[in-house]
């Protein structure tokens, strides 16, 4: 049941980024009328320590490293708390399992971004929230209890957090990412994996 409720919650935050996504493109204006510095294509590094949670029986932990490609879609002017920025990412995974059945996971991941930018308030602070879906691969051992059922792996992400540019070249931020690993009931039984934790990056704009 609780399972349940985090992935519902999950896929809601995920439902909110592309609405957001699809209101600031229905914003977009020439870039020469744009009141705000807004990038059209970054490329992301970023870390993640993850911690299992909710159904697994073994206490996994993961390092979460991504690559990340990200391009500008849509620019919303307006003087409320949505004024920002979207973006579609594209975002290739490599995660070492340090604790827990399996020894490591690749995997792809596609999705949007959502970019508040509120400069007098914050004065160079990006909040941002983001999710995606993607697939990958996984070292699978089925016959250990608790094991991942098969090697092919469906992904979710999502993350929320704050950005700081540093100048009009360079970001770093921080923040908090979920992942859900799963293989969409291919296999019976099918643990699937739950893994919540904080979240570093940096970002070059170009």
């Avoid at 009141?35 to 590094?45: N, S, W």
């Avoid at 959502?114 to 990006?126: A, I």
């Avoid at 992904?155 to 100048?167: F, P, Q, S």
């Avoid at 360079?170 to 969409?184: M, P, R, T």
Wanted: aromatic share 14%; hydrophobic share 45%.
């Amino acid at each position: 049941m609780v399972a349940r409720l985090v992935k519902i919650f999950c896929i809601a935050l995920l439902v909110g980024a592309l609405f957001a996504t699809q209101r600031g493109f229905a914003g977009v204006e020439s870039v020469a009328n744009e009141p705000f510095d807004v990038p059209r294509f970054e490329l992301a590094a970023e870390s993640a320590y993850l911690f299992g949670f909710i159904n697994s029986p073994h206490s996994y932990e993961i390092g979460a490293e991504f690559l990340t490609a990200r391009v500008r879609w849509g620019v919303r002017q307006s003087d409320d708390w949505l004024r920002g920025y979207n973006q579609f990412y594209v975002l290739a995974m490599a995660e070492p399992i340090f604790r827990g059945i399996e020894n490591h996971y690749f995997g792809l991941n596609f999705g949007a971004r959502y970019n508040f930018v509120q400069p007098r308030m914050l004065s160079g602070l990006v909040p941002y929230i983001s999710g995606g879906l993607g697939l990958g691969w996984i070292d699978s051992h089925s016959n250990i209890p608790g094991g991942q059922g098969q090697n092919f792996t469906f992904n979710i992400l999502t993350a929320a957090g704050v950005a700081y540019e540093l100048n009009e070249r360079w970001k770093v931020e921080v923040g908090v990412l979920y992942e859900h690993l799963s293989n969409g009931g291919q296999t019976d039984p099918n643990p699937s994996l739950n893994l919540l934790g904080p979240q570093i990056g940096v970002t070059h704009s170009f």
